[in-house]
């Protein structure tokens, strides 16, 4: 797909986006929560992953067990000062998968309803959510995969940008899902690289600080087809700066009815958030 393509691409407008599922009400990346979300109707599921040991693809957002919402397999809590020691990029999806994140909850969230839960991999995730849209006769959704990341901690939490990449196209292709998946990301280098690989894979460059549009553009080297600031740096000149280049702008995460209103007002092409059910209609 040429960038000049783009605007034939079949994302709907505006898209709705649940943010690790239904963050909001049931825990995050996890197959109920995705479920969840879909219940409530979203037109892409968004999802972060990590790479295991064994070369497993794994929904979750960090790298180790989140003691917030982590549970050792014999029920302890998972500690402050033991979290960041429990490395799934140094684990067996087997070990991973022992550990429950969703019973304590989430004290970030106190709408969110505690359910037994794991780690789930990308393809569980896909074909618990594929299943569920076929027995519900639903149209089929979007996937927006986030790579997490970081450059300072390859070899350490992650792998090279080139080794995901790989592993993250062979997957969405064996699975199925490339001409639905998104692969987003706040680290340039694991985009360069799925863009090697194939430049047909729809892209998204996540974005947090204040720097100029151009500048976050060039540190990517190329525009992706959508680019996604958080959503307090959206304004009217950047969705109108992010429009006249030729792509979509998806901000993340809003959380308010009233936020979310506010940025489809201004012309935004979509919303992510942790609350599906919040969802202007």
Do not use: C
Not at 11 to 22: L, M
Not at 209 to 238: M, Q
Request: aromatic fraction near 8%.
């Amino acid at each position: 797909m040429k960038h000049s393509d783009f605007n034939h691409i079949s994302i709907p407008n505006p898209d709705f986006q649940g943010h690790r599922g239904a963050r909001g009400l049931l825990p995050e990346n996890t197959i109920p929560s995705f479920i969840r979300a879909l219940e409530l109707g979203v037109t892409t599921l968004e999802l972060d992953l990590v790479v295991s040991r064994d070369s497993q693809l794994v929904v979750s957002h960090e790298p180790w067990f989140n003691p917030d919402i982590s549970s050792h397999p014999d029920g302890l809590p998972v500690l402050p000062d033991e979290a960041k020691m429990l490395n799934m990029f140094l684990m067996d999806y087997s070990e991973i998968k022992q550990f429950d994140v969703g019973q304590r909850g989430n004290p970030r969230f106190p709408e969110q309803v505690p359910v037994a839960a794991y780690k789930p991999t990308l393809a569980e995730v896909v074909m618990a959510s594929e299943n569920w849209l076929k027995n519900n006769n639903k149209n089929p959704v979007w996937y927006n995969i986030e790579t997490k990341s970081n450059p300072s901690e390859y070899d350490d939490y992650y792998p090279q940008p080139d080794t995901f990449a790989e592993l993250l196209y062979s997957e969405i292709i064996r699975l199925g899902i490339a001409d639905r998946t998104v692969v987003q990301s706040f680290d340039p280098n694991t985009l360069i690289a799925l863009r090697e690989i194939n430049p047909n894979i729809i892209q998204a460059l996540l974005v947090e600080n204040e720097d100029a549009l151009d500048v976050n553009l060039d540190r990517l080297g190329y525009l992706p087809e959508i680019y996604s600031p958080y959503y307090r740096l959206v304004t009217k000149e950047l969705v109108d700066a992010v429009h006249e280049k030729g792509m979509r702008i998806i901000p993340w995460t809003i959380n308010s009815t009233i936020d979310m209103q506010r940025l489809l007002d201004l012309g935004v092409d979509g919303i992510i958030t942790d609350y599906p059910d919040r969802i202007p209609r």
